[in-house]
Protein backbone atom coordinates (compact mmCIF):
# COMPACT_ATOMS: atom_id res chain seq x y z
CA UNK A 1 0.00 0.00 0.00
CA UNK A 2 1.01 3.41 -1.14
CA UNK A 3 1.68 5.82 1.99
CA UNK A 4 -0.75 8.04 0.63
CA UNK A 5 -3.54 4.65 0.74
CA UNK A 6 -2.82 4.42 4.83
CA UNK A 7 -2.39 8.12 5.40
CA UNK A 8 -5.84 8.66 3.55
CA UNK A 9 -7.27 5.94 5.73
CA UNK A 10 -6.40 7.18 9.01
CA UNK A 11 -6.94 10.75 8.36
CA UNK A 12 -10.86 8.90 8.87
CA UNK A 13 -10.78 6.10 10.68
CA UNK A 14 -14.78 6.71 11.28
CA UNK A 15 -15.30 5.22 8.07
CA UNK A 16 -13.69 1.84 9.58
CA UNK A 17 -15.96 2.29 13.32
CA UNK A 18 -19.18 2.82 10.97
CA UNK A 19 -18.50 -0.26 8.43
CA UNK A 20 -17.01 -2.77 11.07
CA UNK A 21 -16.26 -3.12 14.51
CA UNK A 22 -14.74 -0.23 16.29
CA UNK A 23 -11.24 -1.89 16.93
CA UNK A 24 -11.12 -1.82 12.73
CA UNK A 25 -11.24 1.84 13.52
CA UNK A 26 -7.74 1.33 16.03
CA UNK A 27 -6.38 -0.82 13.67
CA UNK A 28 -6.18 1.47 10.86
CA UNK A 29 -4.86 3.96 12.46
CA UNK A 30 -2.23 1.90 14.31
CA UNK A 31 -1.15 0.38 10.82
CA UNK A 32 -0.21 3.58 9.52
CA UNK A 33 1.64 4.68 12.34
CA UNK A 34 3.54 1.21 12.69
CA UNK A 35 4.35 1.94 8.81
CA UNK A 36 5.03 5.66 9.33
CA UNK A 37 7.32 4.99 12.52
CA UNK A 38 9.64 2.26 10.76
CA UNK A 39 9.91 4.13 7.73
CA UNK A 40 7.91 0.66 6.06
CA UNK A 41 7.80 0.54 2.28
CA UNK A 42 4.27 -0.73 1.48
CA UNK A 43 3.47 -2.32 -1.59
CA UNK A 44 -0.14 -4.40 -2.82
CA UNK A 45 -0.98 -6.29 -6.14
CA UNK A 46 -4.43 -6.09 -7.57
CA UNK A 47 -5.36 -9.58 -8.91
CA UNK A 48 -8.11 -9.09 -11.44
CA UNK A 49 -11.11 -11.15 -11.24
CA UNK A 50 -10.61 -13.45 -14.31
CA UNK A 51 -8.52 -15.43 -12.13
CA UNK A 52 -9.44 -18.81 -11.70
CA UNK A 53 -8.15 -18.81 -7.95
CA UNK A 54 -8.40 -22.51 -7.98
CA UNK A 55 -5.66 -23.14 -10.17
CA UNK A 56 -1.88 -22.59 -9.78
CA UNK A 57 -0.09 -19.19 -11.99
CA UNK A 58 1.53 -21.98 -14.29
CA UNK A 59 -1.91 -23.79 -15.26
CA UNK A 60 -4.09 -20.72 -16.14
CA UNK A 61 -5.41 -19.79 -19.52
CA UNK A 62 -3.10 -16.36 -19.46
CA UNK A 63 -0.26 -16.33 -18.02
CA UNK A 64 0.10 -12.88 -17.56
CA UNK A 65 -3.48 -12.62 -14.96
CA UNK A 66 -1.59 -14.02 -12.38
CA UNK A 67 0.78 -11.98 -10.05
CA UNK A 68 3.55 -13.91 -9.02
CA UNK A 69 7.34 -15.39 -9.93
CA UNK A 70 8.36 -15.35 -13.29
Known amino acids: MS ?14 AEARQATSAENVVAHHEFARDNHLYLSYAI ?21 GRA
Open 3 to 16: RDFLRANAAKPSVF
Open 47 to 67: VPPQIDRSKPAHKQSDATLHA
